[in-house]
């Protein structure tokens, strides 16, 4: 349980080190460090956790899920509350940026950010050597910050600082839809056979 807040804790590092820089480039690979560390540590993440949910046999299992998301959530609330100084600006500017999204365009962002999280978190899976998975990882991280995709445990954090609090429909917007991206991902790669294959 407490490691669901800790991965809500590591994607809002992830978006102060991504709102500290001004280069795009820069700040997406400082903010892909934060998905490493999920993944990493195997931190319960819901766009690293949800695109894999029916590989699972056991649907009792599948209750965890909206704990889950609460405590990634919960996770992000704590570090809006510790965001201060020179970050608090820039991650409102991002905020109200986002803020702004219509939904048609949160949808598709939401969808193309859940597919890059799914490439990433696939690696991990099917236990690929690990600076390849480091090297994916950040890649996929940097691609969905870059594409503009949105991604809704990040964008939560950026909202609660702001004191966007009531974002709830866009956050349940963005869940669903990076939802939907991972499960795209999960049914072209066959993840049934896919994660069962060991690298030599």
């Not at 609090?165 to 991206?181: E, P, S």
């Amino acid at each position: 349980m407490l490691k669901s807040i800790l991965a809500g804790i590591c994607i809002s590092l992830g978006c102060m080190m991504f709102a500290a820089v001004p280069d795009p480039y820069l700040g997406s690979f400082l903010f892909s460090l934060g998905f490493v560390c999920v993944m990493q540590y195997k931190l319960p993440l819901y766009t690293a956790r949800i695109g894999a949910i029916f590989l699972d046999k056991n649907p009792r299992k599948w209750l965890f899920y909206p704990m889950m998301i609460v405590l990634n959530l919960l996770g992000c609330l704590w570090m809006a509350g510790m965001a201060h100084g020179n970050l608090l600006e820039p991650i409102r500017q991002i905020a109200m940026a986002k803020d702004q999204i219509p939904y048609y365009a949160l949808s598709f962002n939401g969808i193309l950010c859940g597919m890059f999280m799914e490439l990433a978190s696939c690696q991990y899976r099917a236990g690929v050597p690990a600076t390849t998975k480091l090297f994916i990882t950040i890649l996929c991280v940097m691609g969905f910050v870059l594409t503009g995709g949105e991604h809704s445990i990040a964008d939560s954090f950026c909202w609660f600082t702001a004191g966007y609090f009531k974002n709830y429909d866009k956050i349940a917007l963005l869940l669903l839809m990076n939802g939907i991206g991972s499960f795209i991902v999960n049914l072209l790669l066959e993840s049934k056979a896919y994660v069962g294959r060991k690298t030599e």
